[in-house]
């Protein structure tokens, strides 16, 4: 589906980094009416915000810190028009990690070479 096909009303970054894909959807898509980043840094929210003061589409964006995994999804997401973009890149966690929130999806591990592992 190209761009002129697809014409989203709003868009969401859940890890935005410095927001390079929040721009470039900004861009592309002139039909979004409401854009929201989040990420945990606050350096990189505050450098994406400093970046939307000389947008003209400046108004209709919200960038603020939080962590993806404990944000209130069903919340931030109930008010944003449909259709719905999002872009991004899935925030990367170590096994570890996963294990400190109880989660099952961790990947099964196993020794294919037969190694004893100390």
């Given at each position: 589906m190209s761009s002129s096909e697809f014409q989203p009303k709003s868009l969401v970054e859940p890890t935005c980094g410095l927001g390079n894909f929040l721009f470039t959807a900004l861009d592309q898509f002139p039909t979004i009416t409401k854009a929201i980043g989040l990420d945990i840094s606050s350096a990189y929210v505050e450098a994406v915000n400093s970046k939307l003061e000389s947008r003209i589409d400046k108004n209709k964006v919200s960038v603020k810190e939080g962590n993806f995994f404990?944000?209130?999804?069903?919340i931030i997401l109930e008010n944003l028009p449909n259709p719905m973009l999002v872009v991004g890149n899935p925030p990367w966690v170590t096994n570890s990690h996963l294990g400190s929130f109880n989660?099952?999806?961790?990947?099964?591990?196993?020794?294919?070479?037969?190694?004893i592992m100390a």
């Open positions: 404990y944000s209130n999804w069903s989660s099952s999806n961790i990947p099964e591990k196993s020794n294919f070479q037969k190694n």
